[in-house]
């Protein structure tokens, strides 16, 4: 199988300069409602993990403290560019998600969007999330997953040997992998095509305790104001986005 970390670095790399062009708009709405199940309180110390070119940045609230690491300098250097674009301050790293170069229990929230489905193992990178979460941290993940219930056929098995090497792997069920990395799944949304991309909120399971319920994000949401470049008062986007 062609997934190593060697392998998504350099093709990553290559992909940087046109990733927005293809993950911008199409990601814009999946990413919101994400983002908006998690409980933000301001002052939280939040890490993007896998931050790609930043395209989270727009829709996180004010006053939080920003951690964004990725694999690919390249990446990295479009995330810092966004984030003076939009008057952010963000400490961005090149960073292998399987190795973070932070505390333990650092963290309010960990994001992990469209990452546990790039990197080739997974399980090594939950367990470096739950490693840098606090002990009542939310755990934010956004990505595409084979249903819970029934492990990939013959044939999406056969397509995956090609999607996991130019792209992303369509076999890896959410709920194993977290319950295996020592989380609880708080909160699980189908946010794009069916329920092949889903947005799941996660605590610790040996720190889990009821958090207040959040309306579900496919709620109907106010409308969000579009300011050019500026940081929004709410979470909302800063930069042309569909969604
Ligand atoms: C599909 S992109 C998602 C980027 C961003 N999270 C987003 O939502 O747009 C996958 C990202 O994961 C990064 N990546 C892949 N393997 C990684 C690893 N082992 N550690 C850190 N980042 C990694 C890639 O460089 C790329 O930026």
Same mark, same amino acid.
């Given at each position: 199988m062609l997934n190593t970390t060697v392998w998504n670095r350099w093709r990553y790399s290559l992909y940087a300069p046109v990733y927005d062009a293809v993950a911008q708009r199409t990601f814009a709405r999946a990413r919101r409602r994400s983002l908006n199940q998690v409980c933000w309180q301001s002052g939280m110390k939040v890490l993007l993990v896998g *931050?790609? %070119?930043?395209?989270d940045l727009p829709w996180l609230p004010r006053d939080l403290e920003i951690h964004a690491s990725d694999l690919c300098p390249a990446m990295v250097k479009r995330l810092k560019d966004r984030a003076c674009r939009l008057g952010i301050d963000v400490e961005a790293r090149t960073m292998d998600a399987e190795r973070l170069d932070y505390a333990d229990n650092s963290f309010d929230v960990v994001v992990m969007h469209l990452i546990l489905a790039v990197m080739p193992d997974p399980a090594k990178g939950l367990a470096e999330a739950h490693r840098v979460l606090k002990g009542d941290g939310q755990l934010c993940v956004m990505d595409k997953f084979q249903s819970d219930e029934r492990p990939s056929g013959l044939a999406r098995r056969g397509l995956n040997l090609l999607t996991s090497a130019i *792209? %992303?792997?369509? %076999?890896?069920?959410a709920r194993p992998l977290l319950d295996q990395a020592g989380f609880v799944i708080e909160q699980d949304t189908p946010v794009m095509m069916g329920s092949l991309f889903r947005a799941l909120i996660a605590a610790k399971a040996d720190h889990a305790e009821p958090r207040p319920a959040k309306p579900r994000p496919d709620e109907p949401q106010p409308e969000e104001p579009r300011p050019a470049e500026s940081r929004p008062a709410e979470p909302g986007p800063t930069e042309h986005q569909s969604g």
């Open positions: *931050a790609g %070119t930043g395209l *792209a %992303t792997d369509i %076999t890896r069920q």
